[in-house]
Every structure is written in C-alpha cells, then in structure tokens.
C-alpha cells in the first residue's frame, strides 16, 4: 500500500502542472482555460482567484461536464496546495479531458507571489435554502439568483397585473421592484388584485404593495412611487432599472412609456386584459418593434376603450401577470427566448394560446432609422373629462 505521499507524488507524475506566473497569463489571454476551484464552499468564498468556477471535490466528476462540455477545452485546476487539484486533474484525465492542468502551489502560492483575487460574491446559507430551487436549475443556479437579487424591475401599476408579477418577482428574490401607483386600495380591486386584502381597502396600493412584497421577501427592496406616471417625472423614475413590468391599461401611459424606453433603452414587459382576453409582448428597444411601431399614433379619444371602465374576468391579470413575471425573469437572466416580436393572444374562455409575430417599422417615429427628438404625451391630455381609469 502506497502512503499518502507515494501516491501524490504518482499522481504528480501522470498529470502536468502549472505554475502561477504561467497560470495568470493564460487566463489574462484572449481565450482564457476554464478555471476551476475544487476547495470546499468555506475556503472558496474566503478568497479565490477571480473568474474561477467553483465545484468541490467532492462533486467534480458528476458536474463537470455540465460545466465544461467539452472535453478538449483547456482546463485549469486550483486547490489551496496543489494537492487536491492534483488529484482532480488526474480524475478528469481519466474523464477524457485533453489539456488538464494543476495549479502548482494552488491559491496559497498564486497569493504568496501576488497575483490578483477576490472574495466572491456568494449566498450566504439562509438564501441558498430560500432559493434553492433556484440553484439547482442550471440556467440560473447560484451566479443567476445573485445576479436577480442586484436586478431592478420597476414596476408600472399595483394592480391585477402588478399583483401576480409583483408577487412572483419578489418571490424570486429581484432585489429591488420599484412600484408607481397614486390609487388607494377599494374593494372593487380585490376580486382581482390579489397583493392586496380587505383590511388593507383605503390604504396607498403602493404602501398595501410593500406590506405584501416585504413580508413574502424581506430581501426585497420596495421604492414606492405614490404618483402618476406623467412627462414631468418618467425621465426621473425611469433610468437605472434593468426593466419595466408594464401592468397599466391606458393609451396615454402606454405611448408615454414606450417612448421614454426607448430613449433610456429599458426593456418593457407589455400586457394588456379584457373581459376574458389577454394580450403580450416584450419591447425591447431596437431589438424588436416598439408600441409604436404597431400604433404610431394614439387612437381619438373616443375610440380609446381603456378610457372607460372594462369588465375582465379576475384570473385574467393574473395568468398575463403571472406570464410578465416568467418574461421579466428570464431578460434578467438571459435566458431562454423573450417574447420579443411576438404577440401572445390568451383567450381563458376557450383556454387557447396563440401567437402572432410582429415587425419593427423602420420607419416609426419613435424607434425608427430616421426618428426624430421624442415628444411625450401626458394623461390629462389624452384622457380628458370624467372617465379616468384606474391601473387594472
Ligand atoms: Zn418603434
């Protein structure tokens, strides 16, 4: 039986080794190897070598080839000594990996001769059970969920579709959803929007929306615009978030938001509801079309529907709401295919899903090739007289 000694030092003679100086040059190359730290989550998170990807070793084998699909691309691997990625490096040899190598001295030589590290961002131990069927998808895993608690979604509307999105967003752990809404909470709204409670009628919706958002999450951040979108405030509140949830139902805020999007170059998740239909979209700006390259121009005012008071069945709001949710989700993270040129039409009476694509107007005044300054359009103006609606 070898002692522990004669089988690293065998080890090290059947697998090559890199030492720190030649190790910092590859990885500062235009093609950098594939780093990989294989200490335990403690050591890592104390301190480890910037860009480098942590699996244990204990699960090196079964999750390396998710990681590094691959097998001829160029790895790196790093230990505290040297000793453990030895062994690592030998194991994914035997795995077929082509052009394994061990960092000579691990981190405690890389830090000695004064190469550059960091101590990572990661999740403590409370988020990782909170969000971990979130870590265990790998398209969002746990660079995703970090990636989602420094997103900033605001959020246009409190209402029935605010509630499902605003829930689920926050569920999600979106570190920061800002919230505009000047209405207060009547009980008309609850047969629908459903962050809200009878005990909470006649309270601010954005303050009803924070008691429920912060008590689902308290690693939310809630900014509460108790306001109406208007020209005057948009170019304050806009900038800085990463998208907006549209969950408004008006023309005016509709045309006033599309057009402050696409100057500031935010990602609108658009959805819009009646009786038992529901229509959305991703605007994302000179990606696809914009609003206004489906409508340029406002319809007169009379023949504005969502200028009155429309019925809609309560669970409409929230599938649409729940669908904004999952499209918001999926642009923080870059994942999967937004709903960009695309028109999803739900019908919940004859529980259909159909999907109509649509094109960018090179020719719109507002995202188009010649598009001039933007003019913004305001709510009073548009809406005029008595009839004013509430976000749905
Ligand atoms: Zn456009």
């Known amino acids: 039986m070898p002692s522990y000694r004669e089988l690293l030092a065998q080890v090290k003679s059947e697998i090559e080794e890199i030492d720190p100086r030649d190790a910092a040059e590859a990885l500062d190359s235009a093609v950098p190897p594939v780093l990989i730290d294989v200490r335990e989550a403690d050591e890592f998170e104390a301190g480890s070598i910037k860009g480098a990807l942590h699996i244990p070793r204990g699960n090196l084998e079964s999750r390396v080839e998710a990681a590094v699909p691959d097998r001829g691309t160029p790895v790196i691997i790093s230990c505290q000594s040297g000793a453990r990625s030895a062994f690592a490096a030998k194991a994914l ?13 691990g981190f405690s030589r890389w830090k000695q001769n004064g190469h550059p590290w960091a101590v990572p961002a990661v999740l403590d131990a409370e ?3 909170r969000y971990s069927r979130h870590i265990l998808i790998p398209e969002v895993g746990e660079a995703g969920q970090l990636k989602l608690l420094s997103s900033k979604v605001l959020m246009i509307g409190a209402g029935g579709l605010g509630s499902p999105s605003g829930l689920y967003l926050a569920a999600a752990g979106v570190g920061t959803i800002g ?3 000047e209405d ?49 405030n948009i170019d304050r509140i806009l900038p800085g978030y990463d998208l907006v949830v549209d969950g408004t139902d008006n023309f005016p805020t509709r045309y006033l938001l599309n057009d402050a999007s696409v100057k500031h170059d935010i990602p609108v998740v ?8 529901g229509q959305m979209t991703v605007f994302k700006p000179h990606e696809g079309p914009c609003y206004r390259c489906l409508f340029p121009e406002p319809p007169p005012v009379d023949m504005a529907p969502s200028c009155a008071e429309g019925g809609v069945l309560g669970v409409l709001p929230g599938i649409m709401g729940t669908l904004q949710a999952s ?52 709510y009073e103006q548009f809406c005029a007289g008595p009839s004013r609606v509430a976000a749905h």
């Open 184 to 232: 207060i909470v009547d009980d008309s709204n609850l047969q629908r929007q459903i962050l809200h409670t009878t005990d909470r009628v006649g309270m601010a919706k954005t303050e009803s929306a924070r008691v429920a958002l912060t008590a689902l999450n308290p690693d939310v951040e809630i900014v509460a615009y108790n306001e109406r979108l208007t020209s005057a």
């Open 179 to 181: 919230i505009i809404d």
């Open 270 to 277: 658009h959805a819009s509801i009646f009786r038992f239909e």
């Open 127 to 129: 988020r990782r059970r």
């Open 327 to 378: 499209e918001a989700l999926k642009l923080l993270l870059g994942i999967g295919e937004p709903l960009v040129g695309r028109l999803l039409l739900v019908d919940a009476l004859e529980a259909s899903f159909h999907e109509v694509a649509l094109r960018r107007d090179p020719g719109c005044p507002v995202c188009g090739d010649n598009a001039g300054e933007i003019t913004y359009i305001d």
């Open 93 to 105: 040899q035997d795995l077929g990996y082509e052009h394994v190598t061990s960092l000579a001295g």
